[in-house]
Every structure is written in C-alpha cells, then in structure tokens.
C-alpha cells in the first residue's frame, strides 16, 4: 500500500535538493534490500511481480472491487452495479487501466508540485491524503479499503481550517461515507447487507460523495501557499 504516497515522498525528498534526493532515495533503497533479503529463498522479487502480474491481469482485473469511486460510478450506469474488466480497449491499445494510470499520474505530479512549493508539514500531511484519494478515485482495480491511510492523515489536520470550513469537518465526512462503503462492500450480516446495499443508489451516492472529498483534498494540496 505504501506506493500511493509514492508522490509525497518523492516532493520531500525533492525539497531539499539534489543531494537530500540521493540520501533518502539511498537509505530507501538499502531498507528495500534487507526487507527482500528473508525472502530471497523463495523466489524473491521476480515471484513477487510474477504474482503481481496474476492478480492484476488475471484476478482483480476489473474497474472497482467494490471501492465506491469514479469508476463504480461507470459499473453502475452501464453494468448495475457488476464489474467490468479493466482491459476493455478505448481506443487502439488503449484501455480502461491506462487511462486510470494516466490521470492518478498527472494528478500525483499535481499533487507532488504542490508539496515542493510549498515545504510545510501541513502541506505535506494534505499531499498525502491527496495522494492516497487520488490512487483510490481513478486506479482500477481499487478495494473499497484502499482509502484507509487517509483517514489517518486527515486526523494530523484536525485543529487547522481549510478555508472557512475545519477539517474536522472534512474529516468526519470521509469517515462516515468510507464506512458505510466498507460495511456495504462486505456486510457483517444479511440484514445489515440488505440495508446498505453496495449498488444502487447508496452506492452512486457514496461514490459522488467520495469523487467530491478527493478533489477538495487535491486542490487544498495545490493551493498556492499563503503568507
């Protein structure tokens, strides 16, 4: 999960300079060797994107794995609420998952510019949640707990304001939609499941609700900083 907030690390990094990117991207790269080293016996990294290339090509290959996010919006008005394979060609070899690359991309370079010109913590907490909102509102092949990590950074926001409204606020919001996705996604019982249906109206509800938290999140992270 740690490759959604790829773009706030890489903008802090960046921050500091050239040499301060080659210090941490080093360190990074040291921890990612003695992490890998335990499980070099049993195929190492080469099994790891093999198993990647699996799930991603053969398993998970669908729009949303019930993550109420612009693509559930899609499965609901065309399919009513089931998957839709990711591959589906858009225009030449073009499909669904690289256009979900090419927006989260542009977005999560958006969103790192922002945290550059900007080298505060605050910013940097905002980038993250950003960064997390982004990969779960435009990737495929999204969880519908893929959103979790933001609702941790949000919490480093609460005493601060966002405009006139509090992030405690913003906060509270994301929380209530985001559970109500994990409990319709995968009910605790038939009864509650019957109450909160994953499709149909709660669920474009739930996904429009989501799609309009990511972009004030976003554009709070690419605010130009104020004196």
Same mark, same amino acid.
């Given at each position: 999960?740690?490759?959604?907030?790829?773009?706030?690390?890489?903008?802090?990094?960046?921050?500091?300079?050239?040499?301060?990117?080659?210090?941490?991207?080093?360190?990074?790269?040291?921890?990612?060797?003695?992490?890998?080293?335990?499980?070099?016996?049993?195929?190492?990294?080469?099994?790891?994107?093999?198993?990647?290339?699996?799930?991603?090509?053969?398993?998970?290959?669908?729009?949303?794995?019930?993550?109420?996010?612009?693509?559930?919006?899609?499965?609901?008005?065309?399919?009513?609420?089931?998957?839709?394979?990711?591959?589906?060609?858009?225009?030449?070899?073009?499909?669904?998952?690289? $256009?979900? #690359? /090419? %927006?989260?991309?542009? @977005?999560? =370079? !958006?969103? +790192?510019?922002?945290?550059?010109?900007?080298?505060?913590?605050?910013?940097?907490?905002?980038?993250?949640?950003?960064?997390?909102?982004?990969?779960?509102?435009?990737?495929?092949?999204?969880?519908?707990?893929?959103?979790?990590?933001?609702?941790?950074?949000?919490?480093?926001?609460?005493?601060?304001?966002?405009?006139?409204?509090?992030?405690?606020?913003?906060? $509270?919001? #994301? /929380? %209530?939609?985001?559970? @109500?996705? =994990? !409990?319709? +996604?995968?009910?605790?019982?038939?009864?509650?499941?019957?109450?909160?249906?994953?499709?149909?109206?709660?669920?474009?509800?739930?996904?429009?609700?989501?799609i309009a938290l990511t972009v004030v999140v976003v554009r709070s992270a690419t605010r130009p900083p104020t004196a």
């Amino acid at each position: 999960m740690a490759w959604f907030w790829a773009s706030g690390y890489a903008a802090g990094g960046l921050r500091g300079g050239v040499r301060e990117l080659a210090r941490t991207g080093t360190v990074g790269l040291a921890a990612l060797v003695v992490l890998w080293l335990p499980f070099i016996p049993a195929g190492g990294p080469l099994d790891y994107l093999a198993n990647l290339s699996t799930y991603q090509g053969e398993i998970f290959n669908v729009l949303s794995l019930r993550a109420w996010n612009a693509w559930w919006l899609l499965q609901e008005t065309a399919a009513g609420g089931n998957f839709i394979a990711d591959d589906i060609a858009l225009a030449g070899p073009i499909t669904f998952r690289h $256009l979900g #690359f /090419a %927006v989260t991309g542009l @977005l999560s =370079l !958006v969103v +790192a510019a922002g945290i550059i010109r900007d080298p505060r913590p605050r910013t940097l907490f905002v980038g993250l949640a950003a960064s997390v909102l982004t990969f779960f509102t435009f990737m495929t092949q999204m969880h519908e707990r893929y959103a979790y990590a933001t609702l941790l950074f949000l919490i480093l926001l609460l005493p601060q304001r966002i405009g006139r409204l509090s992030w405690a606020w913003l906060w $509270l919001a #994301f /929380a %209530v939609v985001f559970s @109500l996705n =994990l !409990v319709a +996604a995968i009910p605790p019982s038939p009864e509650i499941g019957a109450l909160l249906p994953i499709a149909g109206a709660l669920g474009v509800v739930g996904s429009v609700g989501l799609i309009a938290l990511t972009v004030v999140v976003v554009r709070s992270a690419t605010r130009p900083p104020t004196a």
